[in-house]
Structure formats: structure tokens, C-alpha cells
């Protein structure tokens, strides 16, 4: 089997295997080796070190109980001198606990016995979340030095579409062109980003068109709306990308995204911006004003505002997320409908459901619709939190 590369690199992906009993050793090995993986071996601390020094590896699996070395002073060790991944495995219950090891560095922690499949699962999360990571890393790089110019951009591209209306066409072609590009680097944090502002331009056109507004309207919208969470560029990833329960401290950290996006985005002459800029500020405000950060009610809240929270809280229910796994429509649909007068205009809601058939081709054909049953839903800790899986099961 060709040996499965890195991505951006020509090496293939390495892991080293360190464990002091030879059978686990050569059985994790020709594992590794069998699914195309480049596979080191170390029967203890010191070796794992050399080879570590010696060249590069990307995930270290490691026994705890080993003679001289042990397994937590190689993960410590280790990260003094590699960006590999560690991930370690105990059979003593008893003596580690998972927080104990996460909070070392490790980036999974398995007890023993351990099925060859699980294994292979927890290392592909492993290598996933390494890819990510690296990606993000370079996308960040890149957005220290292009977020002040695309913003300056779109100013003097606003002022140019004013000024030279003979070349209006052209000039409003590049205007679009940047303020997707400026939507694109703020989603890039997360897996799903083009797909996401593309379905969220559409969502937003299509329903704003149901509810009988003008063209213009809809035309605004349609380029606005994929700005809804340009101030994510100024949230953490640990708390963007967690997969656990916000802590009320993140949830605060997060809420201000809606802020920053309005604080970039304001004092702007375009009209395209100006509404991007109600939209960024407005579209986690609810009906009945429990949203934020002002807390509007009802149609406080500008109609642009009303339809991107709610088109954005569809396309968050049925697609993966960090935090959850997409959740099947039957269950999206009832979690919306339940929230009808509580988070979401009524009218709009009625609207929204009436031609759900429409927005779900629009989610075919921008991206994937998970083939699921109510059968197969996994609620994830946030929504448990919230008791949204409570309200959902006593509406069956």
C-alpha cells in the first residue's frame, strides 16, 4: 500500500508506536503500516526521544508504563522538541484520568483494552484535527496581513464605484468579488466555510423573495448576508472550534463576534455594506428579545437581521458543526417551528416552512444533505444544555 502523505508536504504521514512489550508493539505497527501509514517503532522513552530528534513524526502513540522513561515524561519531553501529536494509553485505570492527561498536551487519552478499530478512529480524529490546525494556522498568517487591506479595499472600491460610473459593471463585479472574499477569510475557521456563506447568500434571497420584498431588497441581501459573522476573525479558535459546552465566560467571548463584525463593517457609504453591517450586529436578536447584544423585540430587529438568524440557525441544524453533528430535517424543522414567536418572526417562520422543500435543494445542491432519521440523531452537549432536546422529545 503507497504510504498515505501529509497534507501540503511529500512525506507520508508517520507515527511512532512506542510500548515495551514487543507483541502490542508489532501488532500496532503492521496496523499502521496495513492502512498506508509510515509506521517508527520505540520499546521505551529514551528510543522514542532519538528517533523524535532524529526525524520528523506527526503522532506518537504511547504506553505509559515503560521502564526508565514512562509515557507522560515522554509526552512532556517530547513537546519541548516536536509539534507531533501524542496520543497515550493506559491499562490503569485507576491511576490517570483523562483531564489529567489532556491538560499535559495530550491530545487523546485511551484506556486499555483497545479494539484495532477504535484505535484507527481515535487516530484519524487526531490526524484531522492536526491537518485543521496547520490550515488554520497558515489561513491565520494570511489574514494578519490581508484583513486590514481587504477592509481599506472595499472602502476604495465604494468610493471608486461612486466616482467612475462609466465603469460601473466592472467596478461592481470586483466590489462583490471582495466583499465574498472578506466573508470567505472569516469563515475559513471552520470546516464547512465556502459551502456555508454560499448557502446562507441563497437561503437568504430565497426568502426574502417569499415574503414578497422588493428586488433591490433582495439583491442586497443576497450579497450582505454571507457577511453575517465577519467578526468571528476576532474570536479565539479553542473557543470557535470547541467541540464541549460553551463555559459562560466563552459564551460571552463569542457573543461580542456580533460587535466586531458591525465595528468592521461600519461607516460604510455602500448600501450592500451598511445592511451587511445591521445583519453582522442584528441576527442573533430573537422575537422576543432574549437575543443579542441589544436584546431587540419583534420588529425592532431590521427585517434583514430576522431572516439571516433564521436562515443561519437552519443551515447550523443540518450541517456539521465542531460542536454536533448535523441533525436530521424532520428535527431541525420541529426545533424552528417550536421556536416560532420565541426566537423567530412568525411570519417568517409560516413563510420558511411553507417552501422548505425549495430550501433543501438549496442545501443539495451548495453542499450535502445527511441521509438521517429522527432514528439516528445524537444531540450534542450544547443543545442538552440548552434542553432542546427536551422540548423536541415532547413534541413527538
Same mark, same amino acid.
Given at each position: 500500500?503507497?504510504?498515505?502523505?501529509?497534507?501540503?508536504?511529500?512525506? #507520508? @504521514?508517520? !507515527?511512532? /508506536?512506542? &510500548?515495551?512489550?514487543? $507483541?502490542?508493539?508489532?501488532?500496532?505497527? =503492521? %496496523?499502521?503500516?496495513?492502512?498506508?501509514?509510515?509506521?517508527?517503532?520505540?520499546?521505551?522513552?529514551?528510543?522514542?526521544?532519538?528517533?523524535?530528534?532524529?526525524? #520528523? @513524526?506527526? !503522532?506518537? /502513540?504511547? &504506553?505509559?508504563?515503560? $521502564?526508565?522513561?514512562?509515557?507522560?515524561? =515522554? %509526552?512532556?519531553?517530547?513537546?519541548?522538541?516536536?509539534?507531533?501529536?501524542?496520543?497515550?494509553?493506559?491499562?490503569?485505570?485507576?491511576?490517570?484520568?483523562?483531564?489529567?492527561?489532556?491538560?499535559?498536551?495530550?491530545?487523546?487519552?485511551?484506556?486499555?483494552?483497545?479494539?484495532?478499530?477504535?484505535?484507527?478512529?481515535?487516530?484519524?480524529?487526531?490526524?484531522?484535527?492536526?491537518?485543521?490546525?496547520?490550515?488554520?494556522?497558515?489561513?491565520?498568517?494570511?489574514?494578519?496581513?490581508?484583513?486590514?487591506?481587504?477592509?481599506?479595499?472595499?472602502?476604495?472600491?465604494?468610493?471608486?464605484?461612486?466616482?467612475?460610473?462609466?465603469?460601473?459593471?466592472?467596478?461592481?463585479?470586483?466590489?462583490?468579488?471582495?466583499?465574498?472574499?472578506?466573508?470567505?477569510?472569516?469563515?475559513?475557521?471552520?470546516?464547512?466555510?465556502?459551502?456555508?456563506?454560499?448557502?446562507?447568500?441563497?437561503?437568504?434571497?430565497?426568502?426574502?423573495?417569499?415574503?414578497?420584498?422588493?428586488?433591490?431588497?433582495?439583491?442586497?441581501?443576497?450579497?450582505?448576508?454571507?457577511?453575517?459573522?465577519?467578526?468571528?476573525?476576532?474570536?479565539?479558535?479553542?473557543?470557535?472550534?470547541?467541540?464541549?459546552?460553551?463555559?459562560?465566560?466563552?459564551?460571552?467571548?463569542?457573543?461580542?463576534?456580533?460587535?466586531?463584525?458591525?465595528?468592521?463593517?461600519?461607516?460604510?457609504?455602500?448600501?450592500?455594506?451598511?445592511?451587511?453591517?445591521?445583519?453582522?450586529?442584528?441576527?442573533?436578536?430573537?422575537?422576543?428579545?432574549?437575543?443579542?447584544?441589544?436584546?431587540?423585540?419583534?420588529?425592532?430587529?431590521?427585517?434583514?437581521?430576522?431572516?439571516?438568524?433564521?436562515?443561519?440557525?437552519?443551515?447550523?441544524?443540518?450541517?456539521?458543526?465542531?460542536?454536533?453533528?448535523?441533525?436530521?430535517?424532520?428535527?431541525?424543522?420541529?426545533?424552528?417551528?417550536?421556536?416560532?414567536?420565541?426566537?423567530?418572526?412568525?411570519?417568517?417562520?409560516?413563510?420558511?416552512?411553507?417552501?422548505?422543500?425549495?430550501?433543501?435543494?438549496?442545501?443539495?445542491?451548495?453542499?450535502?444533505?445527511?441521509?438521517?432519521?429522527?432514528?439516528?440523531?445524537?444531540?450534542?452537549?450544547?443543545?442538552?444544555?440548552?434542553?432542546?432536546?427536551?422540548?423536541?422529545?415532547?413534541?413527538?
Amino acid at each position: 500500500m503507497v504510504p498515505k502523505e501529509t497534507e501540503n508536504t511529500n512525506r #507520508p @504521514v508517520t !507515527v511512532l /508506536i512506542v &510500548d515495551d512489550e514487543r $507483541p502490542i508493539q508489532e501488532m500496532m505497527a =503492521l %496496523l499502521f503500516t496495513q492502512e498506508g501509514y509510515h509506521c517508527l517503532t520505540a520499546d521505551n522513552g529514551e528510543n522514542a526521544l532519538a528517533i523524535i530528534q532524529a526525524e #520528523p @513524526v506527526d !503522532v506518537v /502513540i504511547t &504506553d505509559i508504563n515503560m $521502564p526508565g522513561l514512562s509515557g507522560v515524561d =515522554l %509526552l512532556r519531553k517530547g513537546q519541548e522538541i516536536t509539534s507531533a501529536d501524542f496520543i497515550v494509553i493506559t491499562g490503569y485505570i485507576e491511576d490517570f484520568s483523562y483531564e489529567t492527561l489532556i491538560a499535559e498536551g495530550a491530545s487523546d487519552f485511551i484506556y486499555k483494552p483497545i479494539s484495532n478499530k477504535e484505535i484507527l478512529l481515535r487516530f484519524k480524529r487526531v490526524l484531522r484535527e492536526r491537518e485543521l490546525l496547520r490550515e488554520r494556522e497558515r489561513i491565520n498568517r494570511e489574514l494578519e496581513d490581508s484583513n486590514l487591506k481587504l477592509k481599506t479595499y472595499a472602502e476604495e472600491l465604494n468610493t471608486a464605484l461612486t466616482d467612475l460610473k462609466s465603469a460601473h459593471n466592472e467596478l461592481q463585479s470586483a466590489y462583490l468579488d471582495t466583499i465574498n472574499r472578506l466573508a470567505l477569510a472569516a469563515e475559513f475557521k471552520d470546516e464547512d466555510t465556502g459551502d456555508h456563506i454560499l448557502r446562507m447568500s441563497h437561503y437568504c434571497a430565497l426568502l426574502a423573495e417569499k415574503c414578497g420584498l422588493e428586488n433591490r431588497m433582495v439583491q442586497n441581501i443576497r450579497y450582505a448576508a454571507p457577511m453575517h459573522d465577519v467578526g468571528k476573525i476576532g474570536i479565539p479558535d479553542k473557543i470557535l472550534l470547541k467541540p464541549d459546552r460553551l463555559t459562560k465566560q466563552e459564551f460571552e467571548t463569542i457573543k461580542t463576534h456580533t460587535t466586531i463584525g458591525a465595528s468592521i463593517l461600519s461607516n460604510a457609504r455602500s448600501e450592500v455594506l451598511k445592511i451587511a453591517h445591521d445583519i453582522a450586529l442584528t441576527h442573533h436578536e430573537k422575537w422576543n428579545g432574549k437575543g443579542y447584544p441589544k436584546g431587540l423585540q419583534k420588529t425592532e430587529i431590521p427585517v434583514y437581521g430576522r431572516i439571516v438568524g433564521l436562515m443561519d440557525v437552519f443551515d447550523a441544524l443540518t450541517s456539521n458543526r465542531p460542536y454536533k453533528m448535523a441533525y436530521p430535517t424532520e428535527v431541525a424543522r420541529d426545533i424552528i417551528k417550536n421556536e416560532r414567536g420565541a426566537s423567530f418572526d412568525p411570519q417568517l417562520t409560516d413563510i420558511f416552512l411553507e417552501n422548505i422543500d425549495e430550501f433543501l435543494q438549496i442545501k443539495k445542491e451548495t453542499g450535502t444533505i445527511e441521509n438521517l432519521s429522527p432514528a439516528d440523531l445524537q444531540w450534542s452537549a450544547r443543545d442538552i444544555s440548552a434542553g432542546i432536546d427536551r422540548l423536541f422529545s415532547l413534541r413527538q
